[in-house]
């Protein structure tokens, strides 16, 4: 790997930040840790422009540390619905609990115990800290890989321990003795707006002058991509149980995908519909009507969706078991529901 030193990488930063980088999203200009934490979980691994209108309607529904941590989970998957990676939802209310009960409901000023938290790693924990208590921390998100392997030159896949290694030791030597705030969002919109992952805009940057990757033909080939494995696929069939203009939807286990939240029933692909309704939820239906199939991609698969419209021509729609609940479709399209379920709803 090579690396190099880069006089004035910080200051060269920042000067950039005050006339070109990001000062109006609606989580800057404050150090209220706890809305600067949503934020950071809400953009992991999600555009900004996606996160915006999901937080402000997260933060007007949970404006506190206090209000999160006493609302019911249900409530908070639902303010999360759309945003995916629902993960980060549990881990947030999880959390919110813990600093409720450990912290009297204060956001950690100290680093391990903010790491303690669900769903706050290392660099989380950074950024956090950073804007809201100007915490000498250094982060190290995707975008900030990027910037680090390409004005460097550091080869090797990112995630790769080894590689990872070199690049925490390279973000904490950058740190400036001062303004770290500044700094650290000066990374982050480089990283986002400049030192894109197609097509970066070199001419704009105010590190091209010294960048490795720039200066050896390389910003196509830096950061090392890892290699990609085909995503397995699956198939599940999902039944569409309607009578009187109401659905029928379960809880999903609290844990794996779409955990805690409302979804419709899944049999086998070529399972009896009908038969499985008669068993299981009590009722006769007309024969299953195909709905449009839907391909969900995960980080690890890809499910292909088979939906499957019963109307219940004969019992009592009624929940036959915990975890049941039979609602109006427009009611039910406001539950926390996974987004492809919310589309096959939308479609009815």
């Known amino acids: 790997m090579r690396s190099s030193a880069m006089p004035g990488f910080a200051a060269k930063l920042v000067a950039w930040q005050k006339r070109h980088g990001r000062h109006d999203l609606p989580w800057q200009r404050m150090r209220d840790p706890y809305a600067i934490w949503v934020s950071e979980i809400m953009l992991q691994q999600t555009r900004v422009a996606a996160v915006i209108p999901y937080y402000r309607r997260f933060m007007k529904r949970f404006p506190t540390i206090a209000a999160l941590a006493r609302a019911p989970l249900d409530e908070v998957l639902a303010h999360w619905s759309g945003l995916g990676y629902y993960s980060r939802a549990r881990n947030l209310h999880r959390a919110a609990r813990a600093v409720l009960a450990e912290h009297g409901g204060r956001f950690p000023r100290n680093f391990e115990a903010v790491t303690r938290l669900p769903g706050i790693g290392r660099s989380t924990a950074a950024a956090i800290l950073a804007f809201a208590y100007g915490k000498r921390c250094a982060i190290l998100d995707g975008n900030v890989k990027r910037v680090l392997t390409r004005c460097f030159g550091i080869s090797g896949y990112p995630g790769e321990p080894r590689v990872e290694r070199v690049l925490w030791d390279k973000a904490e030597a950058l740190l400036p003795a ?18 894109t992952r197609r097509n970066p805009d070199c001419a704009a940057c105010p590190l091209h002058a010294g960048c490795v990757a720039r200066r050896t033909g390389r910003t196509a080939e830096l950061p090392s991509p890892r290699r990609r494995k085909p995503l397995p696929e699956r198939t599940t069939m999902m039944l569409v149980l309607t009578h009187a203009g109401e659905v029928l939807l379960e ?98």
Do not use: N
């Not at 499957?308 to 021509?313: K, L």
């Open 251 to 348: 809880k999903r286990p609290p844990t794996g995908i779409w955990g805690g939240m409302w979804s419709l029933p899944e049999i086998a692909p070529g399972e009896d519909a009908q038969r499985v309704c008669a068993a299981r939820f009590g009722v006769a239906t007309a024969p299953p009507a195909a709905l449009p199939p839907l391909v969900h991609g995960f980080t690890h698969f890809r499910l292909t969706i088979l939906p499957r419209r019963c109307e219940v021509t004969r019992g009592a729609a009624r929940a036959g078991e915990p975890g049941q609940v039979w609602l109006p479709v427009e009611e039910a399209l406001g539950a926390a529901l996974p987004a492809p379920v919310k589309r096959i709803l939308q479609a009815l």
């Open 178 to 195: 001062r303004g770290i705030a500044a700094y650290t969002q000066a990374l982050m919109d480089l990283g986002a707006t400049v030192c």
